[in-house]
């Protein structure tokens, strides 16, 4: 197993209110963020708003998952990964829904299933969170795409984004044991913002082999590139290997946001990143098709090794 070190990744602040496109507060954070992101894969971002959503929103976690394992069993979906999960080992427990900045479908999809009474405050903590946590993504997509001259597609992914909400338990270790909460991978997704209790356990790999032990601050998200943006920026930036690790005695409860694409839209690279000394390394993919071929690998156990590190990268590369 690789060794552990107490180095940490960069810190932005994403609080500031002068933060506006052209200006030189953006133009710092934005070389901060690229900065960040190729050395690292990710970052953690300060974002004082939140800090408004923290209680609700752990409280909204903490009653949904205590509700029984009959009743969180109802809420099913057809799509890949999303629905209610959880592995035989029962440490680890997700819910997720897609397209969830559509409050409607929060209370359609999650609550109605399993408060058929209805639950209007979950729905309106949940609903809340994402709208914050949509604005701060766009906002780091944005000074992403302006760091490689790639703003003039900020309209298209933004109309073509899927916003999927999860939310996710991890049971504390048994008494002097650590345990696997989720066993070492890279996401799939465009991009992923973490937002957790005060429980630590997120662990990212980097470049040296080395894992990071992610310690959130109230006020913080860990953001994470996911390997559709790498592959649409033609490996210009990489998404970083990560696992859950528990060893407090507590449990650990997390929210986040993954931005993918919508069903149908073909993942291409753009021609500005391609020319003689940097060919294109992927093939244009659909993602959802993508994303029906990785579930049924996962649901053979191909993946579990974590022998195919970038499923997606492999699935595609030129």
């Known amino acids: 197993m690789s060794s552990t070190t107490q180095a ?3 810190v932005i602040d994403f609080s500031n209110q002068n933060l506006k496109p052209g200006s030189p507060e953006w133009d710092l954070v934005k070389s901060q963020v690229r900065e960040a992101l190729e050395e690292y894969g990710c970052f953690e971002a300060l974002f004082d708003p939140i800090l408004e959503l923290r209680k609700a929103v752990f409280g909204a976690l903490q009653e949904v998952f205590d509700l029984p394992l009959q009743t969180k069993k109802l809420f099913v979906s057809d799509k890949p990964f999303c629905g209610y999960s959880c592995p035989p080992s029962g440490v680890f427990q997700s819910m997720a829904v897609d397209d969830a900045y559509i409050a409607e479908n929060i209370e359609q999809y999650l609550t109605t299933s399993l408060w058929p ?10 609903a809340s969170f ?7 993504e766009k906002t780091i997509l944005k000074m992403i795409l302006e760091s490689f001259g790639l703003e003039k597609y900020m309209d298209e992914l933004t109309d073509i984004a899927n916003y999927q909400l999860r939310i996710m338990k991890y049971e504390k270790p048994k008494a002097n044991e650590q345990t696997i909460g989720v066993p070492a991978h890279c996401d799939t997704n465009m991009m992923t ?15 040296d082999g080395e894992w990071m ?3 959130f601050s109230p006020n913080s998200f860990i953001v994470m590139i996911g390997e559709c943006l790498s592959v649409w920026l ?19 409860y997390s929210i986040g946001l993954f931005s993918t694409v919508r069903g149908g839209y073909m993942v291409k690279v753009p021609t500005e990143l391609v020319d003689d000394k940097n060919p294109m390394l992927f093939k244009p993919h659909n993602h ?6 990785f579930s049924s690998e996962v649901a053979k156990g191909v993946f579990r090794s974590g022998a195919v590190i970038a499923p997606l990268k492999t699935y595609c590369a030129v």
């Open 8 to 10: 940490m990744v960069p």
């Open 117 to 126: 009474q209805g639950n209007i405050a979950f729905s309106e903590t949940l």
């Open 130 to 136: 994402i709208q914050l946590t949509s604005k701060l």
């Open 193 to 207: 913002l973490l937002y957790q209790n005060e429980v630590n356990g997120l662990e990212i790999q980097n470049k």
């Open 213 to 215: 032990n992610m310690k």
């Open 234 to 252: 033609n490996g210009r930036l990489s998404s970083p290997y990560h696992r859950v690790l528990m060893k407090a005695n507590e449990d650990r």
């Open 288 to 293: 959802e098709e993508f994303l029906k071929y």
